[in-house]
């Protein structure tokens, strides 16, 4: 199983900061990587795949980059409804077997 | 646009059958090159995947679950099943269903339905 370990556990960021957050795979996933937001009592919802490629609707201040076992997501300047939970997600098996990061919570500074 | 919905009891007794329906809309389950997994969530924790059925019926599970789990589709009232037997405490969670198209991430996500098990 490909274990997603993610940095930090929480994020304290000032509304207009940009917040910087990190997934690494425990063997390399190629670019097949996602990123989704979570809200309290929201089902996670799609941000960026393939690593770097924003999905519909996703704001440009959503960046992704990296390959292979180390990625970052980039929120350039937050905003109020930016603060939320994140997880990365690999999804380079075949089959498919995905697996899940625990998850990085962006608060309120 | 396609939605998916979960439905099923909330409450389980411990050692039942947990049964879940995933209905979708918007879009034919039967139609090619999509995914239709189930993943849950503990309360306050992060996301597991539990498994999937292809189009094609093909079905694969997370192996920690394998041994409990059966997903299945019903093409005729295009809706997907989760069934987990034997649950205990430890199997009360949130369960989305949710969308993947073939060699992408998850793209469409019902809304969660909390599962408690208890007696």
């Known amino acids: 199983e490909i274990v997603m370990t993610q940095s930090p556990a929480t994020l304290s960021v000032s509304p207009g900061e940009r917040a910087t957050l990190s997934c690494r795979a425990s063997?390399?996933?190629?670019?097949?990587l996602a990123w989704y937001q979570q809200k309290p009592g929201q089902a996670p919802r799609l941000l960026i795949y393939g690593a770097s490629t924003r999905a519909t609707g996703i704001p440009a201040r959503f960046s992704g980059s990296g390959s292979g076992t180390e990625f970052t997501l980039t929120i350039s300047s937050l905003q109020s409804e930016d603060f939320a939970v994140y997880y990365c997600q690999q999804y380079n098996n075949w089959p498919p077997r995905w697996t899940f990061g625990q998850g990085t919570k962006v608060e309120i500074k | 646009q396609v939605q998916l919905q979960e439905s099923g009891p909330g409450l389980v007794k411990p050692s039942q059958t947990l049964s879940l329906t995933c209905t979708v809309s918007g879009g034919s389950i039967s139609s090619g090159g999509y995914y239709w997994s189930w993943i849950r969530q503990h309360p306050g924790k992060g996301l597991e995947w539990i498994g999937y059925?292809?189009?094609?019926?093909?079905?694969y599970y997370n192996p920690s679950l394998k041994s409990r789990v059966t997903i299945s589709v019903d093409t005729s009232k295009n809706q997907f099943s989760l069934k987990l037997s034997s649950v205990t405490a430890a199997d009360t969670a949130v369960y989305y269903c949710?969308?993947?198209?073939?060699?992408?991430?998850?793209?469409?996500w019902g809304q969660g339905t909390l599962v408690t098990v208890s007696s």
């Open positions: 063997q390399s996933v190629s670019s097949n």
């Open positions: 949710a969308r993947a198209p073939d060699g992408r991430p998850f793209d469409y």
């Open positions: 059925i292809y189009y094609s019926g093909s079905t």
